[in-house]
T-cell receptor
Framework: AQKITQTQPGMFVQEKEAVTLDCTYDTSDQSYGLFWYKQPSSGEMIFLIYQGSYDEQNATEGRYSLNFQKARKSANLVISASQLGDSAMYFCAMREHDMRFGAGTRLTVKP | EAQVTQNPRYLITVTGKKLTVTCSQNMNHEYMSWYRQDPGLGLRQIYYSMNVEVTDKGDVPEGYKVSRKEKRNFPLILESPSPNQTSLYFC?????????????FGPGTRLTVL
């Protein structure tokens, strides 16, 4: 069965600095997708970034990038130039068919 | 606007009183799913549907029912709610079931069962 691990329950970062949120996964499939979602205090789930298992380049979306290391089965999210509005819960997810989520990391950006 | 809608957004009820949470998407997505979110556990899948009249159990289906009579709608039914079903519920949809398909989420329904 799929398993997603986010080892950082909480993280702090200074405004304007970069931060890396860790995610490791476990699968025996060769084809899968990796996703990151942001959940602000208002509760909605916002899709941030996607990485396919066959993609050779790391995905980037604006200030978000995904550091994909397939051999290590890790898919860390990097947020550059943190902003106060980045304070939220962040979930890593993997999809082979159904989507499975990690427990999340709460990021707090300090002014 | 492409979206997934859920109603109600907030609900407080009592043990045993049947309730339905509606979910609708306007993106013509084949795949729809229900999750519950509890602190420290992330999101866990309750039920999913790959197409009209096709539904299947997720990881935590006990105490829930679903139906998919139309492509756009996927209601979640709690026949006899219990306090351990107090949670934040999300409906989500994606084009298909492929690993490349992003799931888009509704705004969430916060349910309290007393």
């Amino acid at each position: 069965a799929q398993k997603i691990t986010q080892t950082q329950p909480g993280m702090f970062v200074q405004e304007k600095e970069a931060v890396t949120l860790d995610c490791t996964y476990d699968t025996s499939d060769q084809s899968y997708g990796l996703f990151w979602y942001k959940q602000p205090s208002s509760g909605e789930m916002i899709f941030l970034i996607y990485q396919g298992s066959y993609d050779e380049q790391n995905a980037t979306e604006g200030r978000y990038s995904l550091n994909f290391q397939k051999a290590r089965k890790s898919a860390n999210l990097v947020i550059s130039a943190s902003q106060l509005g980045d304070s939220a819960m962040y979930f890593c997810a993997m999809r082979e068919h159904d989507m499975r989520f990690g427990a999340g990391t709460r990021l707090t950006v300090k002014p | 606007e492409a979206q997934v809608t859920q109603n109600p957004r907030y609900l407080i009820t009592v043990t045993g009183k049947k309730l339905t949470v509606t979910c609708s998407q306007n993106m013509n997505h084949e795949y729809m799913s229900w999750y519950r979110q509890d602190p420290g556990l992330g999101l866990r899948q309750i039920y999913y549907s790959m197409n009209v009249e096709v539904t299947d159990k997720g990881d935590v289906p006990e105490g829930y029912k679903v139906s998919r009579k139309e492509k756009r709608n996927f209601p979640l039914i709690l026949e006899s709610p219990s306090p351990n079903q107090t949670s934040l519920y999300f409906c989500a949809s994606s084009l298909l079931l492929a690993d490349t398909d992003t799931q888009y989420f509704g705004p969430g329904t916060r349910l309290t069962v007393l």
